[in-house]
């Protein structure tokens, strides 16, 4: 299983390789590496032409502003996973990282990549999408903000254009007191989740006051439960997931599954939403 | 199909190397650098016996590019204890609790505690079943492996 | 010295593999060394209407491309275990009229390294004409089904009866009716298949290094297939990675290799990836039984009728008999049970084919038979421990002659043990009771927590023969050589004990040996949990043999009489004379080295012995398994608690190596039980070649494993050894599937993996949840 020729660049201006994305060749972004470079030992890709971003300054900083946690896209999962920063400011980023893979796999897989790569059973999208977190892309018509709503498209397939590059994921703010939970149903620890649920809750006075809740791996994309937020606003903490379960129980349209028996998914994935609220809530201050 | 010159400081001997952009640092390390003993067991990320240490962490060398890794200071198995030297108390322990059966995915599991523990001595089972997670082992059913993890921390604990 | 067997000695064999200086087949390189690529279909059932290498013959990179067309006449591969009835469905080394599995070798090629090579298999363009696949073994077997070779998809079918099992249930007050179904999964070693040939000129011999279990008989294969004497074939072994059965057999690549190797007169390597192993190694287990048994009304089994059918893939492999015939023939375990029938239908379908791997046949039986057990319990309210005592063959019953042939050689005969004894011990260990006592109330908090029994028993110490060989050095060196052909098991750890035992020396300066047609002209290899009992015997006979010639030696050179010579810490001196004159095995050695005259009485050079035990018949171990799970019941998830065994392999050798294959046999079984298939969707196409969704057991899966040991020892071998390297992976699937069942009861448990989904569908139907929403 080794990966089939191409060319190799590893520029150090993103300017550079957003040209050579658009350029004649068919040509990937490499990040961290840790979903592309199986694809390529497996000989699922043939790419002409792998364009690294490591040398790319500035790709690599965790930084706040205007009420956002900006995380460059090639921070490296494990380093967000163990920022004091990002556990205070963006803690569902920290829970979600917790689940992905194992901690030698994060060591290389990059943020960025997570987020670019759509995986419909992945933790960070999923997380993008709840927060409503925006994709700072920048490619030949220059630079935009993609709402992680706009981001997925179907499966491994965002919105972007095939020359564009996300520069960095930008997170709001937890509110202060916020507690974060991802909770997946997997048979072996760091799988790939049957399915899961991420949840970022506050509380007021016994009340919920924000919850933010996205399930993973029920369909082609992240599937944000706007219908159970709505319905968790003002609920009481005590009653809050089972209320998160009935909810996302009759919002979510789950696809037929060959590979599952009828149901088991949808189950699967209202307890993991169930739990993921409940955890969510114990972890609020 | 393009040829790059990399730097790679290896269990401390600086190389340099020509190398085709499709070679896996596994295969740079096993075929140009003569390491064996970083193994492959899946080539694609899972299995973990040909995890080494890249920049002071604990990485698949399966899944990275040599071109990836210009630059970088790489420690393999072998470079864990010399020839002649005693064993890191990782070895020693493995060795001791019966941790390694076949010994294929042993150097994998070798590093990644290497990592672990020279990083942070004093840690909690959860940090080494997370770590060692990360590791898959057909033949030891991993009981004793838990069991040397547990020895080492307690030889190296000793050993400062 | 005393006491060395039974000792749980560190491994001789750690230090190197922990330097990072293990040797496995991918490590080794010589010069001017190619690499092999196999070309395998994409297909699971297609005529080949033409293969064109023209363009990778026509690249300069390719040094060799091989077709079926260009091979010489070569004989199928063989099946050694294959009755008069059985059809000739074998396989050749690369296909040349069709493709009945998907990965089934079509052509080679070679380049100068892996990456070029897999390039150039891509430019080999064969013509496929695909044809309906067939996955399921009951389609397999319809009439109208899509046939692989001729007239019929069923290749044998086995017929055993004992006592009159149709007059048990004439009469029998209970009949369960039932079908256990174990599915398809393989050994999965972490280091994948691999060879290296190499053509000498000089000596006109060909080299084969390969990662195998089986070094004489891949010789024998090779001499065969290829038509060349005994000393022209030399088959070496590296360290392996593990084998567990998929190393057990002659594959084509090797013989492709050899052929490859004579005619590019450069050696070739070949290495096998994950997708290709998974895809084209031998798989094993596939198989369900359709059972019927008679029982009375205290839970006592009467009868039992097995309609059994082993979904065997698209070829017959070495040993591939063996999975069926294991099946049905151990369905009764350790259980008192005379009225016997069962039908053993062996079908091909187009998967990859299938032999035996660790715990062959034992697996599927002992899962049907425990469940049948458990089935029954509940069905009559009794406790299953209960039920199984009232049903195991008592201790003073054995030797126990089971009245069924033995697939290889022989007779089934039980010949040792106390399985009541091994039950109340495991009992005692999983603290049964009282697990049993707080059942209730666990379930009354929600807890849906579950205690399973798996008891079984299996054949060990599988002959034909082993060979042993010991020498002495001059410098005090005992130098070991073994047919036995390690991949993780310890041998050359513990075959040194058995020799440092009998000669009085310690194990360090022992020196096993293995893995060399030329050292080990008689060898046949490790499997079956044979290297302990058989490989160790002939270690122990040879060492016994070198002892007295020493002894006698040594009372020429001490001049005094063989009664008065004693043995210890490598020295042989006069008994009650403590400092007085002595000699060392390496004195004794020195004084009939060539070179001089030989001492009175001693009429040939060298102090050495070679013994090739042939065991009577094989042993057979057994133990108890029990098995503590939760289950929670909103997902199905399974998480195991405990997990305790209490193991019979007779006298144990080394206990931290016995209790190391325990507990990963345990691990394989927990992998079969809950989480490892090969997956084939309808039309045979592989859906998981991949270790992303083949799910191995990790860490994370596997709880606590306590081990016991029982040592009744066998009569069948001077040290009493059964052999413990397959128990775990027996005992441990039937043990978790009733604690499952028991934890979700009513809820049924009749099928392997026991996957989440199935124990939620399970839990449903039986009304102990309601799904969400």
Known sequence: MKPPPFDYAAPERLDEAIGLLAGELDAKVLAGGQSLVPLLSMRLAYPDLLVDLRRIAGLDMISESDGRLAIGAMVRQLHAETSDTVATRCPLVVEALRQVAHPQIRARGTVGGSIAHADPAGELPAVAVALDARARVRGPGGERLVAAADLYTGTFTTSLGDAEIVCAVEFPLADDGAGAACVEVARRQGDYALCGAVAQVSTADGLVADARLALFGVADRPVRAAVAEAELRETPVRAAAAVAATKVADEIPFRDDPQLPAGYRRQVAVVSARRAIAQALEAAA | MSSHTITVTVNGVARSEDVEARLTLADLLRERLDLTATHLGCEHGVCGACTVIVDGDAVRSCTTLAVQADGAQILTLEGVAADGEELHPVQQAFWEKHGMQCGFCTPGIVMSLVELLEREPDLSEGAIREVLGGHLCRCTGYVKIREAAEEAVRLMREAS | MTGVVGAPLKRKEDPRLLRGDGRYLADLKAH????????????????????????????????????????????????????????????????????????????????????????????????????????????????????????????????????????????????????????????????????????????????????????????????????????????????????????????????????????????????????????????????????????????????????????????????????????????????????????????????????????????????????????????????????????????????????????????????????????????????????????????????LVGIGIGAFVEETGLGPYEMGSIRLEPSGQIVVHTGACTSGQGHLTTLAQIAADTLGVDPDDVDVRYGDTDLVRWGVGTYASRTAAIGGTAVRNAAVVVREQALRIASTMLEAAGSDLQLTSGRIGIVGSPAGPSVSLGDVAAAVAPGQSLPEGVDSYGVEATDVFHPETNTFAYGVHVSKVEVDPETGIVTLLEHHVVNDSGTVINPLVLEGQVQGGVAFGIGGALLEEVVYDDDAQPRNPNFMDYLLPGDDNVPDITVEHMAIPTPLNPDGIKGGGEGGAVGAPAAIANAVADAIAPGRVTATPITPARVFAAMADAGLVKPEG
């Open chain 3, 32 to 447: 001017g060394m190619l690499a092999a690529v196999v070309v395998r279909s994409p297909h699971p059932h297609a005529w080949i209407r033409s293969v064109d290498a023209s363009a990778a013959r026509e690249d300069q990179r390719t040094l060799a491309v091989l077709t079926a067309a260009d091979l010489p006449e070569l004989p199928p591969l063989p099946c050694i275990d294959a009755e008069e009835t059985t059809r000739p469905f074998n396989q050749r080394v690369l296909a040349s009229d069709k493709v009945r599995y998907v990965g089934e070798p079509v052509a080679v090629v070679v380049a100068a390294d892996r990456y070029v090579a897999e390039d150039l298999a891509e430019l080999v363009v064969v013509d496929y004409e695909p044809l309906p696949a067939v996955a399921d073994a009951e389609r397999a077997m319809e009439p109208g089904a899509t046939i692989l070779h001729e007239e019929t998809n069923v290749c044998d079918t086995l017929e055993y009866r004992i006592g009159d099992p149709d007059a048990a249930f004439e009469s029998a007050p209970h009949v369960l009716t039932e079908r256990f179904t174990t599915q398809r999964y393989a050994g999965m070693p972490m280091e994948t298949r691999g060879a290296i040939a190499d053509w000498d000129p000089r000596t006109e011999t060909i080299t084969l290094t390969s990662s195998t279990q089986v070094p004489n008989s891949v010789k024998r294969d090779i001499c065969e297939s290829l038509k060349l004497r005994e000393s022209r074939v030399r088959v070496l072994v590296p360290d392996v990675g593990g084998a567990f059965g998929v190393k057990i057999q002659t594959y084509p690549e090797e013989i492709l290799l050899c052929l490859l190797a004579r005619r590019l007169g450069r050696p070739v390597k070949w290495v096998e990836d994950r997708w290709e192993h998974i895809v084209a190694s031998t798989h094993g287990r596939e198989q369900f039984h359709d059972v019927e048994v008679a029982y009375d009304p205290d839970g006592r089994v009467r009868a039992i009728r097995d309609r059994c059918v082993t979904n065997t893939g698209a070829y017959l492999q070495r040993l591939t008999l063996v999975e069926p015939f294991i099946g049905v023939s151990m369905l009764t375990g350790p259980y008192d049970i005379t009225d016997f029938q069962a039908t053993a239908h062996v079908v091909m379908t187009n998967k990859a084919p299938m032999n035996p791997f660790r715990g062959v046949g034992h697996v599927q039986a002992a899962f049907t038979m425990e469940r049948i057990i458990d089935t029954i319990a509940r069905e009559l309210g009794l406790d299953p421990a209960d039920v199984r005592m009232r049903n195991v063959i008592a201790a003073e019953d054995l030797p126990r002659a089971r009245g069924l042939g033995n697939v290889l050689a022989g007779e089934i005969v039980y010949d040792s043990g106390d399985y009541a004894e091994c039950l109340r011990r495991a009992l005692a260990l999983s603290r049964y009771d009282e697990f049993r006592a707080g059942q209730e109330e666990q379930r009354r908090r929600g807890r």
